[in-house]
């Protein structure tokens, strides 16, 4: 009798096993306990290379090369600096952790955007692969209060079938144009190093702001402190929206702002009124590239008027 019940409980263990392993197979991938948190972990300062194929214009691959501490963004034959605050939040966004498994089906991908036209990324170094992989569509959760509690992207390793949550805000970070990736950078300076301000403006309108002592005057008038310290800020780190491809000069910039330090000029501005709507933007920090304000306010921020600058 006692050999019996335990031939039972034995039958019993390996069948309560049998059941176990299959629930850890077949159950659903959102329930996965033992899920691979670390999707993709890689040391970015070895980075050099990353070449990405965007859903939205799959033309030609762009390639983010570094050169030194800088990056350029390359198609094709043309080249240009890249943002470095938008490599810096892709580099950034290449250390993910996956939030949950949604699909091991390859008939799935669509339904994710993980498929052969969705956004593709390689990254290397020095020629060697380190990560292949497809970025999908956007998800967001809610609070507890209903509100916006986070966002999640879907992405796919290119070498498996496996379609995966990944915590933030990712598609627009990779699937972005050339324009999208290039250093929009109008001025950017130390606003302590800056001792006067040179506004050249039609009919003779123009005037300067300087330093004398401490204090800030245009002419014999002191300056309101908290307007520039404002202008100061705002030139510190400005940047265009939009490049503005077609324009080459025909004549002399509309308007000027020549801006000395200690050591000498520290940044020249000129811009050019092409109609009502729009003006054409230039900075000697990036000699060559022309942006368009239309839509934007950045002439306007720029380019102040002498009366906004006094008490």
Same mark, same amino acid.
């Given at each position: 009798?006692?050999?019996?019940?335990n031939?039972?409980?034995?039958?019993?263990?390996?069948?309560?096993?049998?059941?176990?392993?299959?629930s850890?197979f077949?159950?659903?991938?959102?329930?996965?306990s #033992?899920?691979?948190?670390?999707?993709?972990?890689?040391?970015t300062a %070895?980075? +050099?290379? =990353? @070449?990405?194929?965007p859903?939205?214009?799959?033309?030609?691959?762009?390639?983010?090369?570094?050169e030194?501490?800088?990056?350029k963004?390359?198609k094709?034959?043309r080249q240009e600096?890249?943002?470095?605050?938008s490599?810096?939040?892709?580099?950034?966004?290449?250390?993910m952790?996956?939030?949950?498994?949604?699909?091991?089906?390859?008939?799935?991908?669509e339904?994710?955007?993980?498929?052969?036209?969705?956004?593709h990324?390689?990254?290397?170094?020095e020629?060697?692969?380190?990560?292949?992989?497809?970025?999908?569509?956007?998800?967001?959760t809610?609070s507890?209060?209903?509100?916006?509690?986070?966002s999640?992207?879907?992405?796919?390793?290119?070498d498996?079938?496996?379609?995966?949550?990944?915590?933030?805000?990712?598609?627009?970070?990779?699937?972005?144009t050339? #324009?999208?990736?290039?250093?929009?950078?109008?001025?950017?300076?130390? %606003?302590? +190093?800056? =001792? @006067?301000?040179?506004?050249?403006y039609?009919?003779?309108?123009?005037?300067?702001?300087?330093?004398?002592?401490?204090?800030?005057?245009?002419?014999?008038?002191k300056?309101?402190?908290?307007?520039i310290e404002?202008?100061?800020?705002?030139?510190?780190?400005?940047y265009?929206?939009?490049?503005?491809?077609?324009f080459?000069?025909t004549?002399?910039?509309?308007?000027?702002?020549?801006?000395?330090?200690?050591?000498?000029n520290?940044l020249?501005?000129?811009?050019?009124?092409?109609?009502e709507?729009?003006w054409?933007?230039?900075?000697?920090q990036?000699k060559?590239?022309y942006?368009?304000?239309?839509?934007?306010?950045?002439?306007?921020d720029v380019?102040?008027?002498?009366?906004?600058m006094?008490?």
């Amino acid at each position: 009798m006692k050999k019996l019940s335990n031939k039972i409980l034995l039958t019993g263990l390996v069948v309560l096993v049998g059941i176990f392993a299959a629930s850890r197979f077949f159950r659903s991938p959102g329930l996965e306990s #033992n899920l691979r948190k670390n999707l993709l972990t890689l040391d970015t300062a %070895k980075i +050099d290379e =990353i @070449k990405i194929l965007p859903s939205k214009e799959r033309t030609e691959e762009l390639r983010l090369v570094r050169e030194g501490n800088l990056w350029k963004v390359i198609k094709g034959t043309r080249q240009e600096p890249a943002s470095k605050s938008s490599v810096k939040n892709l580099l950034s966004s290449l250390n993910m952790e996956a939030q949950q498994m949604v699909s091991r089906k390859k008939e799935k991908w669509e339904e994710f955007n993980v498929g052969n036209n969705s956004t593709h990324v390689t990254v290397f170094n020095e020629g060697n692969k380190l990560a292949d992989f497809h970025i999908g569509k956007l998800g967001f959760t809610q609070s507890s209060g209903g509100g916006f509690g986070g966002s999640y992207t879907y992405v796919r390793l290119s070498d498996e079938d496996q379609v995966y949550s990944v915590d933030g805000f990712l598609e627009p970070t990779f699937n972005s144009t050339f #324009n999208d990736w290039r250093d929009k950078t109008l001025s950017k300076l130390n %606003k302590e +190093d800056v =001792i @006067k301000l040179s506004f050249n403006y039609p009919a003779d309108s123009g005037f300067v702001v300087e330093k004398r002592d401490s204090v800030w005057y245009t002419a014999a008038d002191k300056v309101d402190p908290s307007k520039i310290e404002n202008l100061l800020n705002l030139l510190a780190a400005k940047y265009a929206s939009e490049f503005a491809e077609d324009f080459t000069p025909t004549s002399l910039p509309t308007a000027t702002l020549q801006i000395d330090g200690k050591v000498g000029n520290l940044l020249r501005i000129e811009a050019w009124k092409k109609d009502e709507a729009e003006w054409i933007l230039s900075s000697s920090q990036q000699k060559g590239i022309y942006f368009s304000d239309k839509g934007s306010s950045a002439t306007k921020d720029v380019f102040v008027g002498r009366k906004k600058m006094l008490p």
